[in-house]
C-alpha cells in the first residue's frame, strides 16, 4: 500500500472511531436524559432519569383514617432513589387544619417510609407556590431531600435519597425539575 492509501486507510479509521463515540454519546443520553412524567389527571409533572414505577400504598394511617399515598419511584445504579408522591387529604381536614398542621402531617408521611430524624427545615417558594423543605438523616450515611407542597388540598412530596450529607447535581435537578401544572 503506498503512502496515500495509507492516508486514506487512517482517515476512514479516524471517522469511523469519532462517529462510533458520537452514537454511543447519544445512546447514552438518551438514555439518562430527564424525562417528563406527568400525573394522570395532569396536575403535575416531573423529570425522571429513566424507568420509574408507579405504586398506590393504601396502608397509610394518617389519625386514624385511610389514606391512599401515590408514589412514583425510580432508583438509580448511582445509590439514589428520586420519588414524588401526591394523596389528597379528607375535605373535613381541609376546613378544620390549618395549613401548618396539614405540614405537620405531609412531614408524618414522609418519615412513614424515610426513617429518620429531620435535621434542617425551610420555608421556600418554588414554581409560585409556597413548600417546605427538609433534610431528613436516615441512619449513618443516608440522607433524605425532601420538597413539599400543598396546592388545593392535594399534598406533594418530592424527595431524593442518597449517601452522603449534600445533594447531588442530579438530584437537585430532580427537585427542580417538580412542576405543578
Known amino acids: 500500500m503506498n503512502r496515500n492509501g495509507k492516508a486514506v486507510t487512517g482517515i476512514i479509521l479516524a471517522v469511523v472511531i469519532i462517529a462510533a463515540a458520537a452514537v454511543a454519546g447519544f445512546i447514552y ?3 439518562t436524559k430527564p424525562k417528563p412524567w406527568t400525573c394522570p389527571e395532569g ?8 424507568d420509574h ?3 398506590t400504598m393504601f396502608n397509610n394511617k394518617i389519625y386514624n383514617a385511610m389514606i391512599p399515598v401515590y408514589c412514583i419511584t425510580q432508583t438509580n445504579d448511582d445509590g439514589y432513589c428520586y420519588k414524588a408522591k401526591y394523596w389528597d387529604f379528607p375535605a373535613q381536614w381541609l376546613q378544620t387544619a390549618g395549613n401548618e398542621n396539614l405540614m405537620k402531617t405531609m412531614t408524618q408521611v414522609v418519615l412513614m417510609e424515610d426513617q429518620g430524624s429531620v435535621t434542617s427545615t425551610t ?15 436516615c441512619g449513618t450515611n443516608e440522607c433524605a431531600w425532601v420538597r413539599m ?3 388545593n388540598g392535594r399534598s406533594y412530596a418530592v424527595i431524593v435519597t442518597g449517601s452522603g450529607s449534600e445533594l447531588s ?13
Not at 43 to 50: D, H, T
Open 29 to 31: 443520553y438518551n438514555k
Open 43 to 50: 396536575r403535575f409533572s416531573v423529570a425522571f432519569s429513566g
Open 123 to 137: 420555608d421556600a417558594v418554588y414554581s409560585g407556590y409556597p413548600c417546605k423543605e427538609l433534610v431528613i438523616q
Open 169 to 181: 447535581s442530579d438530584g437537585r435537578k430532580f427537585l427542580d425539575s417538580f412542576k405543578i401544572n
Open 149 to 151: 407542597f400543598l396546592v
Open 53 to 55: 414505577r408507579i405504586t
